[in-house]
Every structure is written in structure tokens, then in C-alpha cells.
């Protein structure tokens, strides 16, 4: 977990920006390319599917969740529940139903969670949202059967740490049958003297106890299977978190392949899977139809 820390806060800066890695766009154009991209994606995905938009599953303004029906449900129905990206500090869920075209029309409703995000949003603070938001869906849902988790970049970590969840302390267990972690961040301790970290500020305590890379917990018999993807542009400090990260849950015995996809950056590695045939997207759809 040390390989960060000879570096300076310059270079750190340098490789935990991920639009400085993009070989498309310029670092100035690429963010704006991408907000553009997952609000048109979202804006199409909700004018062709059945939709149950800002559902409440707690008192806060951005606790709600957008639910993305099948289109043709059968009785019961697995979900894809997407946790998006931003550094914990902007995007939404109202920018983040771009892939599910592909999925509703194959009997998968998808669901996107909102949370707070910083600097009203605390660390420990998102990751208990999105436990909850788990829950709700568990409680009020209940022909959901089966759920998969999906997080871009922040929303890969807080996913991965649903995954360290002792779910004791909660009503529910959620049937969590996948995880797909898609260019996340396992160890937050290299943004603690960051930018990234003006606006969480994370204490050290704050850092550790949230990251996943420190909570891998041995996998139960249930344990769901998790993919950890990585971006070939994505720095070369994203690429050696995923790599840790995934050989750490496959120390613990997790059921764990690492997808390290050619020819994409930070940004159109999650962008495309509104597409049916990028490779994602398919692998998605594959480990949905295992369960």
C-alpha cells in the first residue's frame, strides 16, 4: 500500500487527476465532454424507460434514488444499482441513467443513487447513505431479486465499501450477488495532502477507516463476485490501486477477476456502457445471467 508515499504532493496532484491522463481530450475539455455525455445518455435513458424518479429512502435532500424499470418485468427482476463518480464532491444521480437502455431491455432495472455529496457530505456520512439506500431498496423493492452494484471512480469506492458492511447493525441483509468497481480508489490516504481533500477534509483517522483497501474482510460462503475494471489511460496510481485491491479480496478468498480495458480513459470507460456491445456492458449483462 506504500508505493505512493516518495512521492511528492505535485505528483500525487498529478496522478490522482484523472482528466491529465486522457489521450481524447485535453484536461480542460474532457469533464465538461463527460457531464455533457452522461446528461444526454440520462435524458434518452428516461425517455424510453419506465421510470420512478427521487425516491426518498431517507430525510436528506439527496437521499433519493432514480429507478429505471425493466421493459418487459417478470415477476421478479434483478437490479443494477449505480453509485457515481466525482470525487465525492459534485455529479448526481439525475446525470447518472446512462446505461440503462442496454439493461432494461433485458429484464434488469436500474437504479441511481444519490448522496451527499462535499462539502455538506462527510465521509462516513456517504458511505452509511449508500448502506441505507440498500436497505430501502431491500424493504420496499422486494421484486428486486438479486442486486449489483456498479460505482465510477468515488462511486467504485463507496461501493466497495458496501462490501466491508457488517450488516448486523442494519434491518436487512441485501442480496448482493456482484460488485462491478469500476476505475475506483481503494486507499484514500494518497489524497489526504491532495486538492481532492480541501473539500472532504478528511482527517487520516477519517482516511483509513473508509478505505476498502484496509476493511477486506474474508469472503463468506455467500459472498457476492466482484469485477475490479481499470482504464489503460487511467494514471498509473488508479491502475496500481485496482491492482492491490483486486489481489487483496482474492487473498481473502472473494470470488475477484481484474478487467483492464484497452483503449479507454477515465471517463469513456463508464461513458460507454450505454452502448449493447462494449465489452462492459456485456460482461455486466454475463454475470447478471450467472446468478
Known amino acids: 500500500m506504500g508505493g505512493w508515499r516518495g512521492m511528492s504532493v505535485e505528483v500525487l496532484e498529478d496522478q490522482y ?8 481530450l485535453d484536461r480542460d475539455t474532457i469533464i465538461d465532454a463527460h457531464l455533457e ?4 445518455g440520462t435524458e434518452r435513458a428516461r425517455a424510453s424507460a419506465q421510470t420512478l424518479l427521487h ?12 429507478i429505471y424499470f425493466p ?4 415477476e421478479t427482476f ?39 455529496t462535499a462539502p455538506a457530505g462527510h465521509m462516513d456520512a456517504m458511505v452509511q447513505q449508500v448502506r441505507r439506500s440498500l436497505v430501502f431498496l ?29 450488516w448486523t447493525e442494519f434491518r436487512v441483509v441485501p442480496d448482493i450477488k456482484g460488485a462491478v468497481l469500476v476505475s475506483g480508489l481503494y486507499d484514500l490516504e494518497p489524497l489526504l495532502d491532495t486538492y481532492v481533500n480541501d473539500a472532504l477534509k478528511m482527517s487520516r483517522e477519517v482516511a483509513q477507516r473508509n478505505s476498502p483497501m484496509r476493511r477486506v474482510t474474508p469472503a463468506v460462503p455467500a459472498a457476492c463476485e466482484v469485477l475490479v475494471a481499470v482504464a489503460q489511460h487511467d494514471s498509473p496510481e488508479f491502475r496500481r490501486q485496482s491492482q492491490e485491491y483486486s489481489q487483496a479480496l482474492r487473498a481473502a478468498g472473494w470470488s475477484v477477476s481484474l478487467l483492464d480495458l484497452a483503449g479507454v480513459d ?15 456492458t456485456q460482461v455486466i449483462l454475463n454475470m447478471i445471467g450467472r446468478a
Open 17 to 24: 487527476s484523472p482528466s491529465r491522463w486522457s489521450r481524447r
Open 37 to 40: 455525455v452522461t446528461a444526454a
Open 55 to 66: 425516491v426518498p429512502y431517507g430525510g436528506g435532500d439527496r437521499e433519493k434514488l432514480d
Open 71 to 74: 421493459t418487459s418485468p417478470s
Open 78 to 116: 434483478p437490479a443494477l444499482v449505480y453509485i457515481h463518480g466525482g470525487y465525492w464532491q459534485c455529479l448526481s444521480k439525475d446525470d447518472s441513467g446512462f446505461a440503462a437502455p442496454p439493461l432494461v431491455s433485458r429484464g434488469v432495472a436500474v437504479v441511481a443513487v444519490g448522496y451527499d
Open 138 to 166: 431491500t424493504e420496499q423493492h422486494p421484486r428486486i431479486r438479486g442486486i449489483y452494484l456498479c460505482g465510477h471512480s468515488a462511486g467504485a469506492h463507496l461501493a466497495a465499501m458496501v462490501l466491508s458492511t457488517d
Open 266 to 280: 477515465h471517463f469513456d470507460i463508464i461513458e460507454r456502457l450505454s452502448e449493447d456491445s462494449y465489452i462492459l
